[in-house]
């Protein structure tokens, strides 16, 4: 199937590994050009090498209010558009709903709902009739997990934004879904002690191409639950 992504611009943030970086090669492989960000200026100069022409980098910390609009400046001054936008960051700090502060609550917003919808709001403007957001977080979206409180949270709240834009977004053109993990084998997974089954992050980054191509037009407001059937297990 063509995708409708040769020559297409994407952003693709926090990418230098795991499902951002998965993401970013399935992107590059339909012919898209890529501009991925990362805070660690080693591990991006690793993937500019690896991924080869097409894809450029740059340093951004997602965290940081100014980075996203600054994301989205380099990318259009570099190729003269934006079409794609794949929203990613890390996750906050485990532990359970009581567990937390007010301080704790607020950095968790910061990186899994505001640093994704700053990102969205400064790239609308530079899709002109036609664009593609997705936004990378978890299947705790439809799923809370007890031990991942401020994922939770800042996810679900990010999810609701999402189907609230949807269709102010078609209107102009423009499709936002929720790519939603559950177990992928990946760093943040060894992280938080994950054992079991896994999907492999190759196949979970063909699945945010198709969400960000031609043919998923009609498809937006959605969160697409890539988990291995965990949630249905669990539910």
């Known amino acids: 199937?063509?995708?409708?992504?040769?020559?297409r611009v994407a952003v693709v943030t926090a990418a230098s590994k795991g499902l951002?970086?998965?993401?970013?090669?399935?992107?590059?492989?339909?012919?898209?050009?890529?501009?991925?960000?990362?805070?660690?200026?080693?591990?991006?100069?690793?993937v500019r090498a690896e991924l080869g022409p097409g894809c450029e980098t740059?340093?951004?910390?997602?965290?940081?209010?100014?980075a996203p609009a600054r994301l989205v400046d380099?990318?259009?001054?570099?190729?003269?558009?934006l079409d794609v936008v794949v929203a990613n960051n890390g996750g906050p700090p485990a532990g359970t709903a009581m567990s937390f502060d007010d301080d704790a609550l607020q950095s968790a917003l910061e990186a899994n709902l505001l640093s994704a919808t700053r990102l969205v709001r400064a790239a609308v403007p530079h899709m002109n009739g036609w664009?593609?957001?997705c936004l990378i977080t978890s299947y705790s979206v439809?799923?809370?997990?007890?031990?991942?409180?401020?994922?939770?949270?800042?996810?679900?709240?990010?999810?609701?934004?999402?189907?609230?834009?949807?269709?102010?977004?078609m209107a102009q053109g423009i499709t936002i879904n929720l790519a939603c993990p559950g177990p992928h084998a990946t760093d943040?997974?060894?992280?938080?002690?994950?054992?079991?089954?896994?999907?492999d992050p190759a196949e979970f980054g063909r699945i945010v191409a198709f969400l960000c191509s031609e043919p998923a037009a009609w498809v937006s407001g959605t969160a697409v639950v890539v988990d291995?059937?965990?949630t249905a297990t669990q539910g």
């Not at 199937?1 to 020559?7: A, P, R, V, Y």
């Not at 740059?58 to 100014?66: F, I, Y």
């Not at 943040?188 to 999907?199: C, H, Q, V």
């Open 20 to 46: 951002g970086l998965a993401s970013a090669r399935a992107l590059l492989g339909e012919g898209a050009r890529v501009l991925v960000s990362s805070r660690d200026p080693s591990r991006l100069a690793q």
């Open 58 to 66: 740059s340093v951004a910390d997602m965290n940081d209010p100014l």
């Open 74 to 81: 380099e990318a259009v001054q570099r190729w003269g558009r």
């Open 188 to 199: 943040r997974m060894k992280e938080l002690g994950g054992s079991g089954p896994m999907g």
């Open 142 to 169: 439809v799923l809370p997990v007890r031990a991942l409180a401020l994922s939770n949270v800042a996810r679900t709240g990010l999810y609701a934004w999402a189907r609230s834009a949807a269709p102010e977004l």
């Open 228 to 230: 291995g059937a965990a």
């Open 1 to 7: 199937m063509d995708l409708g992504l040769q020559d």
């Open 131 to 133: 664009g593609r957001i």
